[in-house]
């Protein structure tokens, strides 16, 4: 009975702890980002060359396995951010690192620049 009770106890404590950990991220829309712009950073997590072929306008290119390492480059930790990459999956691994560092005010655009393009909305190269 006592090892039962601590074993629920340590669940009980290790499922708080995720939750915690994983406090949803919201999403803007392309269509709403485009419409009203955004105040604070817009940050594109892919590569220098998918970049180059084009981004969302304004967009500032820091690499998600470079975040880190360039943090002088973000910026003040108070301001917004909202990140993408192309569909997704980099975006949320530099959301996380961002959530580690200390960004309390990080966005996600919706669908990633696939959900972008796919909208035909503007992109600057």
């Known amino acids: 009975m006592r090892l039962l009770t601590l074993t629920l106890a340590l669940?009980?404590?290790?499922?708080?702890a995720t939750a915690r950990g994983h406090e949803a991220i919201p999403d803007i829309s392309p269509?709403?980002?485009h419409s009203?712009?955004?105040e604070g950073l817009i940050l594109d997590v892919r590569s220098a060359e998918e970049f180059a072929e084009?981004?969302?306008?304004?967009?500032?290119?820091v690499p998600h396995s470079e975040i880190?390492?360039?943090?002088?480059?973000?910026?003040s930790i108070q301001k917004p951010v909202l990140v993408y990459c192309r569909s997704g999956r980099r975006a949320g691994i530099a959301l996380e690192t961002l959530t580690n560092l200390g960004f309390e005010q990080l966005y996600h655009l919706?669908?990633?620049?696939?959900?972008w393009q796919s909208e035909s909305l503007p992109v600057e190269q």
């Open 11 to 16: 669940l009980s404590l290790l499922l708080s």
């Open 68 to 75: 880190a390492s360039r943090l002088a480059t973000l910026g």
């Open 54 to 61: 084009g981004h969302v306008p304004g967009a500032l290119n």
């Open 31 to 33: 269509e709403s980002l």
């Open 36 to 38: 009203n712009g955004f």
């Open 110 to 115: 919706d669908g990633d620049m696939q959900a």
